[in-house]
């Protein structure tokens, strides 16, 4: 299916939602979110997987705002990411869905399985989800995102690009273009830069450390769904220790590693990452 074929909108009281939608419209619902960084959607982290997933499932591929497909939000990306995802949901008129979710679409599936523990079913995480123990944190790969965000360059976008694969050859000149053209849109830019230049990851901390909010991570054991957690070996973004904690914390939760494999894993190990997501999204218990 190609990307006009798929593409959907789905009007909001916060404006429209655009989404991708593969398999039968009676099958049972799978939700996918994409992950941050230039020039990311939901169609480029999971295009490559509609055509397994979507014989099993009514694939649905959000497109979160402020990442440059749906309509933009004043708020900073990750804040408006989990309402979103609510509003999709109810206007698909979705009790229950499995989901999946990449690097920050994880902790937004994740965050929205602790605030609403009967609308997920089953959870799969693809990195980024959990909390450095032994790692330095930010990573190399966020280091190397900010940078860019800071001041946009086609190099700084291909050392980006590097930290996020083990194997390089997968940074093509192809992607790089792609990246590049919708990275460098202007209110794309901007709403990376609320998420990702120097000032905004101190400003979160500081208002992090500020808040009497609990942290998502000190909340894991609120998780019902059966919870997978894949994890890219070589992941130079998040850690591999980042999984320690959820996978210490989380009631029914498993952990399966890819050898030479970076942050994605859905890409860069496609085959035993699907046979592993497909094995535990349609197994009975």
């Known amino acids: 299916m190609s990307y006009e074929e798929s593409l959907r909108e789905l009007p909001t009281e916060s404006g429209v939602l655009r989404y991708h939608e593969a398999g039968p419209a009676d099958g049972p619902p799978l939700l996918l979110l994409h992950g941050s960084g230039p020039g990311v959607t939901g169609w480029r982290n999971y295009r490559g997987n509609l055509d397994l997933f979507a014989q099993h499932f009514r694939c649905l591929v959000l497109e979160l705002p402020g990442f440059g497909v749906s309509e933009p939000t004043d708020q900073h990306p990750m804040v408006a990411a989990l309402p979103a995802v609510g509003r999709f949901l109810d206007g698909l008129g979705l009790d229950q869905v499995d989901m999946i979710g990449n690097s920050m679409g994880g902790i937004v599936a994740t965050r929205f399985a602790i605030a609403n523990p009967d609308r997920v079913r089953r959870l799969v995480t693809i990195g980024g989800m959990g909390r450095a123990i032994f790692s330095p944190a930010p990573g190399e790969g966020i280091n190397l995102l900010m940078e860019f965000t800071e001041e946009p360059t086609r190099e700084r976008l291909v050392q980006w690009l590097n930290s996020m694969v083990f194997d390089r050859s997968l940074v093509t000149e192809e992607l790089i273009e792609e990246r590049w053209s919708h990275a460098t849109e202007p209110s794309t830019l901007a709403s990376a830069r609320k998420m990702y230049s120097r000032a905004a990851i101190e400003a979160m901390g500081q208002a992090a ?62 085959a035993a990452w699907e046979s592993t997501v497909l094995a535990f999204l349609t197994r009975a218990n």
């Open 209 to 270: 450390a500020a808040s009497a909010e609990t942290p998502y991570w000190a909340q894991l054991h609120k998780v019902k769904a059966r919870t997978l957690i894949t994890w890219g070996r070589d992941d130079r973004v998040s850690p591999m220790d980042m999984a320690l904690l959820p996978m210490r914390t989380i009631p029914e939760v498993e952990l399966h590693v890819f050898p030479n494999c970076g942050h994605w894993a859905m890409i860069e190990q496609k």
